[in-house]
C-alpha cells in the first residue's frame, strides 16, 4: 500500500520563476493538505483540497494556487518566487472531513529559490 | 485565532531520563489535539492524539493527557532512548467554515545521549 507520494523531492529555482509539486494521496484517502516548512520550523498551512475544491487556506497569498484532480492527486503551483519561498513542501493526505486527526505525510519537496 | 506553542528544544537528556515536552494551545472552539514525530531522514508521522477534555493519547511509551482547563497537551515518557531523538510537534485540528484543519508548533528538537 503505497503511501503519500511527492514530485519532484528537490529542485532548485531562481526568483520570479514559477513551480509546480505534486502529491499522490495514500490509497483510501481523498484529501490533500498542503504544508510549507521553513528550516528549524513547524509546517504551515497552505490550503486543503477536497471534492477538487479549495476547502481551507491559510496565510499565504494568491501567488499559492492549487489543484485537486478527479483521482485525489493535487499539485501546488508558486508563482513568481521569492527567496523567502525556499522551504520543505510538504503533502498530507487524509480521509473525508471527519476530523480523525491523522495526516499522512509524503517525504517532501524540497524547493531552493536562489 | 487558533495557535500552538511548544517549548523551544533542543533539549537533551541521558538515556532513560525523563521527557517532558510542554504544548499550550490557543482555540475558539474544541479541538483534537496530537503529537507528531519528525525522525532523522523522514517524513512527519502522528505519535499521539486525543480528541476531548481529559483524553489522554499513548504511544511507544509516550504520553499525553487533553487538559482543556489549562488549555495543555504535555507529551511525556518515562525513559527516553536514543532512537527516540527527533523533532516532535506539537498540533490541532478544528472546524473551520471549509472543513478540517490541522496547525503545528514550531517544534522541539530532543538529542538523548547514550
Known amino acids: 500500500d503505497a503511501g503519500v507520494t511527492q514530485s519532484p523531492t528537490h529542485l532548485i529555482k531562481t526568483r520570479g520563476q514559477q513551480v509546480t509539486l505534486r502529491c499522490s494521496p495514500k490509497?483510501?484517502?481523498?484529501?490533500v493538505s498542503w504544508y510549507q516548512q521553513a528550516l528549524g520550523q513547524g509546517p504551515q498551512f497552505i490550503f486543503q483540497y477536497y471534492e477538487e475544491e479549495e476547502r481551507q487556506r491559510g496565510n499565504f497569498p494568491d501567488r499559492f494556487s492549487g489543484h485537486q484532480f478527479p483521482n485525489y492527486s493535487s499539485e501546488l503551483n508558486v508563482n513568481a518566487l521569492l527567496l523567502g519561498d525556499s522551504a520543505l513542501y510538504l503533502c498530507?493526505?487524509?480521509?473525508?472531513?471527519?476530523?480523525?486527526?491523522?495526516?499522512?505525510f509524503g517525504e517532501g519537496s524540497r524547493l531552493t529559490v536562489l | 485565532g487558533n495557535s500552538v506553542t511548544q517549548m523551544e528544544g533542543p533539549v537533551t537528556l541521558s538515556e532513560e531520563a525523563f521527557l517532558t515536552i510542554n504544548c499550550t494551545y490557543t482555540?475558539?472552539?474544541?479541538?483534537?489535539l496530537f503529537w507528531y514525530v519528525q525522525y532523522p531522514g523522514e517524513g512527519l508521522q502522528l505519535l499521539l492524539k486525543?480528541?476531548?477534555?481529559?483524553d489522554k493519547g499513548s504511544n511507544k511509551g509516550f504520553e499525553a493527557t487533553y487538559r482543556k482547563e489549562t488549555t495543555s497537551f504535555h507529551l511525556e515518557k518515562g525513559s527516553v532512548q536514543v532512537s527516540d531523538s527527533a523533532v516532535y510537534f506539537c498540533a490541532l485540528s478544528d472546524r473551520g467554515t471549509g472543513g478540517f484543519k490541522t496547525i503545528f508548533g514550531a517544534g522541539t528538537r530532543l538529542f538523548v545521549k547514550a
Open positions: 482555540a475558539t472552539g474544541y479541538p483534537s
Open positions: 486525543a480528541t476531548k477534555a481529559d
Open positions: 490509497s483510501g484517502h481523498d484529501t
Open positions: 498530507a493526505s487524509s480521509r473525508g472531513q471527519v476530523n480523525t486527526g491523522e495526516l499522512f
